[in-house]
C-alpha cells in the first residue's frame, strides 16, 4: 500500500498561488537566465515588458498569470512587491543587454514588440569566448600601455640618476682639489 506522504512527493510542484510567491517564481526564472543564460526552447517565451511578464504563464517553470494589471506595478501601495516588480524589470532589461536580445523594435506607428533576438548567434558559445577574449585583449592593451609608461618613466629617472651621479662625482673633485689647495697653502701663524 502507498502511502500518502509518497504520493505527495511524487506530485507535481504546485504553482504559486498568492501574488507574493508568482512574482517571486518570477524572479527566481530570470535570475536563473541571467546567471546561465535562456534556454532555447524558451527564447520566444521571454516577456519583453512588464505586461508581458504579468501575463506570462508557463507551466513548465511554475509560472502562473498574474489577472489585475493593479498589483503588478512598480508603485503599488505595497511597497515590497513595487520593488519586486522594479526587480523584475531590471532583470528582464539585463537578460536582453547580457545575452543581445533586443526588447523592442522601433517601428513608424510607435513600437512593436520583437518576441525572436536578431539571429541565433549571440546564443552560441563562440560569442561569450569573442565577448570574454576582447575583455582580455583590452586589459592586455591597458598593461601594456601601464608597462610602456612605467618603463618610459624608469628610463627618465636612470637618465636623471646618472646626470646626478656625475654632478656629484665632479663636486666630489672639485672639494677634492679645493682640500688639496687648502693644505699647500700656508697656515697664517
Not at 4 to 16: G, W
Not at 92 to 119: F, H, N, V, Y
Request: with cysteine; aromatic share 4%.
Amino acid at each position: 500500500m502507498t502511502d500518502v506522504t509518497d504520493l505527495m512527493a511524487r506530485a507535481e510542484p504546485t504553482k504559486p498561488s498568492s501574488i507574493h510567491q508568482r512574482i517571486d517564481r518570477r524572479i527566481e526564472v530570470l535570475t536563473d537566465w541571467l546567471e546561465n543564460g535562456v534556454p532555447r526552447e524558451k527564447i520566444g517565451n521571454l516577456p519583453e515588458s512588464l505586461t508581458a511578464a504579468r501575463e506570462w504563464e508557463d507551466d513548465t517553470l511554475g509560472i502562473e498569470r498574474i489577472p489585475s494589471p493593479r498589483t503588478f506595478t512598480r508603485n503599488h501601495a505595497d511597497t515590497d512587491l513595487g520593488k519586486k516588480v522594479c526587480l523584475i524589470e531590471g532583470l528582464l532589461t539585463d537578460i536582453c543587454q547580457k545575452w543581445a536580445m533586443p526588447r523592442r523594435k522601433k517601428s513608424a506607428g510607435g513600437t512593436t514588440a520583437q518576441s525572436e533576438p536578431k539571429s541565433s548567434a549571440p546564443w552560441n558559445e563562440h560569442i561569450a569566448c569573442e565577448k570574454c577574449l576582447k575583455a582580455h585583449v583590452d586589459k592586455y592593451h591597458m598593461m601594456a600601455e601601464r608597462l610602456s609608461t612605467a618603463v618610459n618613466l624608469s628610463l627618465s629617472q636612470e637618465a636623471q640618476l646618472q646626470r646626478k651621479e656625475k654632478e656629484i662625482s665632479r663636486l666630489t673633485k672639485d672639494l677634492a682639489n679645493e682640500r688639496r689647495a687648502a693644505a699647500r697653502r700656508p697656515r697664517p701663524v
